[in-house]
């Protein structure tokens, strides 16, 4: 058995061994391949129509909705608290209660919004010097618990990369429960056929 690491664009798989790495198995005219791949789906310096952006710029809109939403009563809640100590006696608590919901909804946008987001809540979490210790420690949980993608991306992913129309032409043995999840690549426990 091996671990198989994949991402979004490309995967590679790390065989038990130190020794064996994935340039070995894969040849260099594959990489090469990969890469010419890569700049097709990606594009070199191409410009981005507002018809290509509208759909995820909606879709974000979406996800971050509800942390806008209340994102002002949350504020107002902890202004007064701070500046009235007769406030922060009455009411104090529903200041706490609703900036600790402010911080999960936060995380969750983040979670959902993809891996540039996912990373920056990543990096914002490392950085309390810049930002609230609280808003650091909710966002730690993006560092070892980010949720796995669909299995079919994976599976879509590791077709493409190896050529072929079903991933037992390739794998022997493949889990599909991936034993780590990060911001932009998750690992798998697979054997490769005739290894």
């Not at 202004?79 to 104090?92: K, V």
Request: charged share 20%; proline share 5%.
């Amino acid at each position: 058995g091996g671990v198989l690491c994949g991402g979004t664009v490309m995967s590679f798989v790390l065989y038990e061994g130190v020794e064996a790495r994935a340039e070995a198995r894969i040849a260099k005219e594959e990489w090469a391949k990969l890469r010419d791949r890569i700049e097709y789906e990606v594009g070199e310096g191409e410009r981005i129509t507002f018809w290509q952006a509208a759909p995820r710029v909606v879709h974000l809109g979406i996800l971050f909705f509800p942390l806008v939403s209340i994102s002002l009563p949350t504020l107002a809640l902890t202004l007064c608290e701070e500046q009235s100590p007769l406030f922060s006696a009455a009411l104090g608590w529903a200041g706490a209660w609703m900036r600790s919901v402010w911080l999960t909804v936060l995380r969750l946008s983040l979670e959902r919004s993809g891996a540039a987001f996912i990373k920056w809540g990543q990096w914002a979490a490392t950085r309390p010097d810049i930002f609230p210790r609280d808003m650091c420690t909710a966002l730690h949980s993006l560092h070892d618990a980010v949720p796995p993608h669909a299995w079919h991306h994976t599976e879509d992913s590791l077709r493409r990369m190896y050529g072929v129309d079903d991933i037992s032409e390739v794998f022997e043995e493949f889990q599909q429960k991936p034993i780590g999840s990060g911001s932009i690549a998750q690992v798998f426990r697979a054997k490769i056929r005739g290894a």
